[in-house]
């Protein structure tokens, strides 16, 4: 047993260094400046540097509208899937599991080419239009449809192992005696028994919103991926503290997750 703990440990620290050391790299290359010291200039021109609120807030614009379509979306389809077709998961686990065998290229190569054989054959059309109108850079509702489908892997992976967990035949034929109907049984009785799944769904879809750079980058769009990758060209250092910056945001939201989750497993259970 003894020795068995101590492997462990040994792992969890090749582990640890694996993630730390190249962090840490990063933290010194952004506050070690050759002929002065140390400095936490970078850290201070992030906010004041252009283009960086704005590419942010897109991409957390981005991130929401992606993570409410995809709950709406996924929510449903594996609630009804787990009660009244269960013999249907492969297809839909499989069908789910797309977005991780096609390459990203591949994907943004086939929208791109959707996106201009629309207007060109289809220009007096109201479909000539709506092309335009998810283009938009203010708000390019393409890349939420695209993120979406990327999306799909995690979000189901999460709430399938959310209703793994829960009874939710017993919980809506419970509801449905009481008298309740299917939405309501659905937002009052079983959502709240798949909240950590929900929180997890949710923020591996913040995650990957956040982090994706070759959809927007080759659709010509700028959120925050893109933006750290066109500073780095001119501010190198300025770039890795940014990514150092939201690498460090990205723990805290994690920590803060399954901190939640906890919680709320300790407070349904009591």
Known sequence: MARLTLWRWGVLGLAGLYFLVPLAASVVFTVDVPGQGITFD?????FATDGFASSLLLSLELALATIAVVLLLMVPATVALRLGAPR???VVEVVCSLPLVVPPIAFVAGIGTVLKWGPEHLS???????????QNPDFPLVLVLAYVVMALPFVYRALDAGLRSVDVRTLVEAARSCGAGWPQALFRVVLPNLRGALLNASFLTLALVLGEFTVAQLLGFRPF???IVNVSGS???LSVAVSVLSLLVTWVLLLALAGFGGRARTASRG
Not at 124 to 134: D, G, K, N, Q, S
Request: aromatic share 16%; net charge positive; no cysteine.
């Open 42 to 46: 970078a850290y201070s021109q992030i």
């Open 88 to 90: 249907l998961r492969p």
């Open 124 to 134: 007096r059309t109201p479909l000539f239009e709506t092309f335009v109108a998810i």
């Open 225 to 227: 991926a893109v933006w």
């Open 235 to 237: 501010q190198a250092q």
